[in-house]
């Protein structure tokens, strides 16, 4: 059984950083991380693509920072610098056999 399990969420105030992690057991491949904020759609942040490479979008771009831990079967974001719109909920998506899989997710809150 696939499970994905978000941690790392709070609340900090603008400027300041925060580190998530994605922990995923069964046989899938952690992509990345994407938020939804309250009355709006859920939107990629940063992606993990084929040969180590990576993809954020603009906002985020010199401010976060995704890795992998592959003996954890972990991935993380760290967002630095944050911003009070990023403030969002925030889930890490994997794939495996054609599957789609995601996390419950993690509040990040962000004061101004």
């Known amino acids: 059984q696939v499970q994905l399990v978000e941690s790392g969420g709070g609340l900090v105030q603008a400027g300041g950083s925060l580190r998530l992690s994605c922990a995923a057991s069964?046989?899938?491949?952690?992509k990345g991380w994407y938020r939804q904020a309250p009355g709006k759609q859920r939107e990629l942040v940063a992606q993990?693509?084929?040969?180590?490479?990576?993809n954020y979008r603009d906002s985020v771009k010199g401010r976060f920072t995704i890795s992998r831990d592959n003996t954890k079967n972990t991935v993380y974001l760290q967002m630095n610098s944050l911003k009070p719109e990023d403030t969002a909920v925030y889930y890490c998506?994997?794939?495996?056999?054609?599957?789609?899989?995601w996390g419950r997710g993690t509040q990040v809150t962000v004061s101004s």
């Open positions: 069964g046989n899938v491949n952690i």
């Open positions: 993990m693509i084929s040969r180590g490479s990576t």
């Open positions: 998506y994997a794939e495996g056999s054609g599957v789609t899989y």
